[in-house]
């Protein structure tokens, strides 16, 4: 593997980082999630290019990343209507990779303690373990 070459793998490895983040299967496919809710992973529909990675982000941040850097940045209509977007991990560097693994870990813990529908109590984010 070339230098500074980024695959799945690494941006697992980044991803893996970040506290309360497990890797467990998400719709049968490879995934990192945040106390259960899926933060990266990898793509399950055919429309999404090879080398790219699924990032949970909401609309907004979605909207301005592929405005600033569409070369990095996509999204395809599978993915659109979901707070998703996908990164092309043959173009991004590591720093950016790791600031846009951040973004996807703070909007994945915040879904977390989020009720998931009305009446159910919100998750609760898990201490670390000492």
């Not at 990266?40 to 990675?53: D, G, L, R």
């Not at 979901?82 to 996807?104: D, F, G, K, Q």
Request: with cysteine.
């Amino acid at each position: 593997m070339p230098a500074g070459f980024i695959d799945l793998n690494s941006a697992f490895e980044l991803g893996l980082a970040y506290s309360n983040v497990e890797e467990s299967p998400y719709y049968g496919r490879r995934a990192l999630k945040v106390n259960g809710t899926m933060m990266a992973c990898t793509p399950v529909n055919k429309s999404a290019e090879a080398n790219s990675v699924v990032v949970a982000m909401s609309f907004e941040s979605r909207t301005a990343l592929i405005k600033k850097s569409p070369s990095l940045y996509y999204i395809t209509d599978h993915y659109a209507p979901h707070p998703t977007m996908l990164v092309r991990l043959s173009r991004i560097s590591r720093a950016e990779l790791e600031r846009t693994l951040r973004m996807a870990w703070e909007f994945a813990a915040l879904r977390a303690e989020s009720p998931r529908s009305p009446g159910k109590p919100a998750r609760q984010l898990k201490k670390p373990e000492s």
